[in-house]
C-alpha cells in the first residue's frame, strides 16, 4: 500500500537526523519522481537540469542515450520535473549534491546502504522495519499526487 507523505517525510528527516543527508534526498526524490530505486540510483550529477528561462525550475533526465541506459519498459532520455509543491526546497538541495565531476553518481548510495539506511529509519521511528519496501515511494508519491490534487496526470 502507499506511503502517506507525513510518513516519508518522517522517515527522510530521521535519515536527515541521522547524518544521512544524501539519504534522505534519494527518499524524497524517489517519492516525488515515482522513480524507480534502480532509476534513482544510477543517476549522474550530470542529469539535473536547471531551468531558469520562466523562472527556477528542476528536471532529472532518467535513461539518457548517451549513458546507453533504458527504462525497465525500453525507454530513453525521459525527463521528470521536480514540480512538487510541497518539496520546492528539492532542486536546489540535489543542484549541492551535484557539485563536481558530472559523471559521478548523483547519489554516492547503492541499493544495499540504502536499504539498510531506510530500514534503520523505520526502526528509530518506532516501526516495523520490514513493512515498507524502497518500491513502494514510486507508488505512494502518485498516491498522494493524485489524493491532494497536486500535479496534474
Known sequence: PPLAWPLVSLVAMTLWEMGEKVAALCVLTMFTTYGRPNEI????????????????????????????????????????????????YLGPALERLAQGV???????????????????????????????VLYQLRHSGASWDRLKRLRTT
Open 41 to 88: 540510483l544510477k543517476l549522474q550529477k550530470q542529469d539535473l537540469a536547471k531551468s531558469t528561462k520562466l523562472g527556477v525550475s528542476w528536471a532529472l533526465n532518467l535513461n539518457t542515450s548517451e549513458q546507453m541506459f533504458t527504462s525497465k519498459t525500453g525507454v530513453a532520455d525521459e525527463s521528470i520535473l521536480l514540480d512538487s509543491p510541497v518539496m520546492s
Open 102 to 132: 558530472p559523471t559521478l553518481p548523483l547519489f554516492r548510495l547503492d541499493y544495499a546502504r540504502l536499504l539498510q539506511l531506510w530500514k534503520r529509519a523505520w526502526t528509530q521511528i518506532g516501526m516495523e522495519p520490514n513493512y515498507p
